[in-house]
Nanobody
Framework: VQLQASGGGLVQAGGSLRLSCAAS????????MGWFRQAPGKERDFVAVISWRGSSTVYADSVKGRFTISRDNAENTVHLQMNSLKPEDTAVYYCAARGSGISWHSNDMDYWGKGTQVTVSS
């Protein structure tokens, strides 16, 4: 599975961005998909994950109520809608795929895309 994230950019605090991750290769519809982020000097952190059917989602406490993960299996795409952005959301955001059940641990992910930078100014 090849993953390509896009949609990052510079936004003011309180603004919104929508990240997208396009997948190609093996059967996308059977993969759990997740978003992680890494701020400078910090470890990569879990953000959100969605099951292969889209029926189950899990969010990090820091983004609950502000971010929404969704997927379009017909388009082999997963999205992360980010609202009410805060400066602490600034990071490189990565999408990842897991070829089995839902997990929010980065070590459980099988495939990673290149990240997209999100910068939130105060």
């Amino acid at each position: 599975v090849q993953l390509q994230a896009s949609g990052g950019g510079l936004v003011q605090a309180g603004g919104s961005l929508r990240l997208s991750c396009a997948a190609s290769g093996r059967t996308f519809t059977t993969y759990t998909m997740g978003w992680f982020r890494q701020a400078p000097g910090k470890e990569r952190d879990f953000v959100a994950v969605i099951s292969w059917r889209g029926s189950s989602t899990v969010y990090a406490d820091s983004v609950k109520g502000r971010f929404t993960i969704s997927r379009d299996n017909a388009e082999n795409t997963v999205h992360l809608q980010m609202n009410s952005l805060k400066p602490e959301d600034t990071a490189v955001y990565y999408c990842a795929a897991r070829g089995s059940g839902i997990s929010w641990h980065s070590n459980d992910m099988d495939y990673w895309g290149k990240g997209t930078q999100v910068t939130v100014s105060s």
